[in-house]
């Protein structure tokens, strides 16, 4: 079955969490099916299982920092990003965690090649990158091979804040937007197409070793 999707509007951060862990149970009790949420946020940070560095100014602009389970250092939210949360089974598929990952690279770096804008990877930094600047975050997490937590891609954010903070670490990253690179594209009008090149993306890896 391909995986289905549901825009979800501008969601509190702690509100889409707790959605997706209560919906992560759901289908790994086979209770209800996996799903891509697709949601903006209000300005958050959240931080990953390692180290996020110095996040002082982030508070004392008024960000709230939250700590996740997923994978990666500090990133942020915010109105203008497009988030996208894959409760997919995974290991039920025999995809496999490496290449869920690649997967979900692949299906931003394509939705960035038919918008024209000439994306790619970055040796040693998970995400997706138009030169040495990051246009999206992966970060994922999994339990009984079962995804959450997902991808953060730029379309049309107000990319001020990430100067407050290391995004994902790295000191000499830069970060870009889609609308800084020339596509202006809000998040809900980018869904339908990304949800439909995603589930086409599972479907082909399912069963594949």
Not at 70 to 90: F, K
Not at 183 to 207: I, K, M, N, Q, S
Request: aromatic share 6%; net charge neutral.
């Amino acid at each position: 079955m391909s995986v289905g999707w549901r825009w979800l509007g501008r969601v509190p951060y702690a509100d889409a969490a707790e959605w997706q862990r209560a919906r992560r149970e759901d289908v790994i009790a086979g209770r209800r099916p996996e799903i891509l949420a697709l949601v903006e946020h209000p300005r958050v940070v959240t931080t990953g299982r390692r180290d996020a560095g110095d996040l002082d100014a982030v508070r004392a602009a008024g960000i709230p920092v939250v700590a996740t389970e997923r994978g990666g250092l500090a990133t942020w939210h915010g109105p203008g990003q497009l988030v996208g949360y894959p409760i997919v089974d995974v290991g039920g598929r025999g995809i496999g965690v490496k290449r869920f990952v690649a997967l979900v690279e692949d299906v931003l770096i394509g939705w960035a090649a038919e918008a024209g804008i000439p994306a790619g990877r970055r040796d040693g930094h998970p995400g997706v990158w138009v030169g040495g600047a990051k246009l999206a975050s992966v970060g994922l997490h999994f339990r009984r091979g079962v995804s959450m937590h997902g991808f953060a891609l730029n379309l049309t954010a107000d990319l001020a804040d990430f100067a407050l903070f290391t995004p994902c670490g790295i000191p000499e990253a830069e970060v870009t937007s889609a609308s800084r690179l020339g596509v202006h594209a809000p998040p809900e009008a980018v869904c339908a197409g990304l949800a439909a090149r995603f589930a086409e993306a599972v479907d082909t890896a399912t069963g594949r070793h």
